[in-house]
């Protein structure tokens, strides 16, 4: 397919990518890649970081990668430096890292919410305040900050307290940080992706069953979104003709926000009594 952007306004640029060794994340990193963008990352998993890495690599960019848990400050501040000492300042700082389960309130222990909370909303806090010095603001359209929230932090949804107060707060502090930097030519923003095929996220938060005779959920784009899709929102809001856009939230969803927690819930249930019958299962 053509693309909509200067083919070369990203060659050279630096993207640093938390959480961006699996699934959407990945998917971004590829997409910026793709545009000639060299790309770092970290994630838990030594052997994930390695992967991806190669994989950037392989679209002939550079790439570099570090071990970091996006819940510790320091780990972050650390992958975050030698990013930067390898491939100069960041144009573009994206926010991916989350943890997810499907459990009610009640199902879950004071720690498993502090969890989520840890990893979605403060590690989204630690990677934006640590990366905030090594930003590049001298381009004419600013520095792009972008954190990847979900419909989560906009619609509430049984069975997932923990990341829908989470994702909320995601979206309060990018427009909060939006406020604060702008004036420092830093663009704050956030995307929520709504079901993206091949992810994580759609293993967890669904069932094959619902999967395969749903195709999409009944969204009114009726299929599941790609990650391709997400990176092109993300290269759109980096790019110049964003460059008066700040402290949005912009779905990527096939218009799932539109049917409110609808389908989503039916799912999520699905997928909760399919996890119930498995441990059970296991436990028999
Ligand atoms: N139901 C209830 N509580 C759960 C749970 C579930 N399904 N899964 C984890 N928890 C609880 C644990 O019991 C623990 O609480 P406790 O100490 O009171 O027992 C707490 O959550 C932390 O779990 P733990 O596995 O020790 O944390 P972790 O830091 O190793 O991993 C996640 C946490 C969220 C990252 C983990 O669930 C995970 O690996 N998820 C896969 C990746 C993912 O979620 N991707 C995003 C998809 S949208």
Same mark, same amino acid.
């Given at each position: 397919?053509?693309?909509?952007?200067?083919?070369?306004?990203?060659?050279?640029?630096?993207?640093?990518?938390?959480?961006?060794?699996?699934?959407?994340?990945?998917?971004?990193?590829?997409?910026?890649?793709?545009?000639?963008?060299?790309?770092?990352?970290?994630?838990?998993?030594?052997?994930?970081?390695?992967?991806?890495?190669?994989?950037?690599?392989?679209?002939?960019?550079?790439?570099?990668?570090?071990?970091?848990?996006?819940?510790?400050?320091?780990?972050?501040?650390?992958?975050?430096?030698?990013?930067?000492?390898?491939?100069?300042?960041?144009?573009?700082?994206?926010?991916?890292?989350?943890?997810?389960?499907?459990?009610?309130?009640?199902?879950?222990?004071?720690?498993?919410?502090?969890?989520?909370?840890?990893?979605?909303?403060?590690?989204?806090?630690?990677?934006?305040?640590?990366?905030?010095?090594?930003?590049?603001?001298?381009?004419?359209?600013?520095?792009?900050?972008?954190?990847? *929230?979900?419909?989560?932090?906009?619609?509430?949804?049984?069975?997932?307290?923990?990341?829908?107060?989470?994702?909320?707060?995601?979206?309060?502090?990018?427009?909060?940080?939006?406020?604060?930097?702008?004036?420092?030519?830093?663009?704050?923003?956030?995307?929520?992706?709504?079901?993206?095929?091949?992810?994580?996220?759609?293993?967890?938060?669904?069932?094959?069953?619902?999967?395969?005779?749903?195709?999409?959920?009944?969204?009114?784009?009726?299929?599941?979104?790609?990650?391709?899709?997400?990176?092109?929102?993300?290269?759109?809001?980096?790019?110049?003709?964003?460059?008066?856009?700040?402290?949005?939230?912009?779905?990527?969803?096939?218009?799932?926000?539109?049917?409110?927690?609808?389908?989503?819930?039916?799912?999520?249930?699905?997928?909760?009594?399919?996890?119930?019958?498995? *441990?059970?299962?296991?436990?028999?």
């Amino acid at each position: 397919m053509p693309h909509l952007f200067d083919p070369d306004y990203f060659r050279g640029k630096h993207v640093f990518i938390a959480g961006g060794t699996t699934g959407i994340n990945q998917g971004i990193g590829h997409g910026f890649a793709r545009m000639g963008a060299n790309i770092s990352t970290c994630s838990r998993k030594a052997e994930n970081v390695e992967a991806a890495i190669a994989g950037f690599k392989s679209e002939g960019v550079d790439a570099i990668g570090a071990t970091a848990d996006v819940r510790d400050y320091e780990q972050v501040a650390y992958a975050l430096k030698t990013a930067v000492q390898s491939l100069g300042p960041i144009d573009v700082l994206i926010s991916g890292a989350a943890g997810n389960f499907v459990v009610p309130a009640l199902g879950m222990s004071a720690n498993a919410f502090k969890t989520v909370m840890d990893i979605d909303l403060q590690g989204t806090f630690n990677v934006f305040r640590a990366g905030h010095e090594h930003l590049n603001t001298d381009s004419p359209s600013g520095a792009s900050c972008i954190a990847i *929230s979900a419909p989560q932090g906009l619609i509430p949804y049984g069975l997932q307290s923990h990341v829908c107060a989470a994702k909320a707060g995601v979206e309060m502090l990018a427009q909060c940080l939006a406020v604060e930097w702008g004036p420092l030519n830093v663009r704050v923003n956030t995307i929520v992706p709504g079901p993206i095929a091949d992810t994580e996220g759609m293993r967890r938060l669904s069932t094959d069953e619902v999967r395969k005779k749903d195709a999409g959920m009944g969204l009114p784009i009726q299929r599941y979104g790609t990650k391709q899709e997400i990176a092109d929102a993300c290269i759109f809001l980096s790019s110049p003709a964003a460059a008066y856009i700040t402290g949005i939230s912009l779905p990527v969803d096939g218009g799932c926000l539109l049917m409110g927690a609808g389908r989503m819930q039916e799912s999520l249930n699905a997928a909760f009594e399919a996890s119930k019958q498995a *441990s059970n299962q296991a436990g028999s």
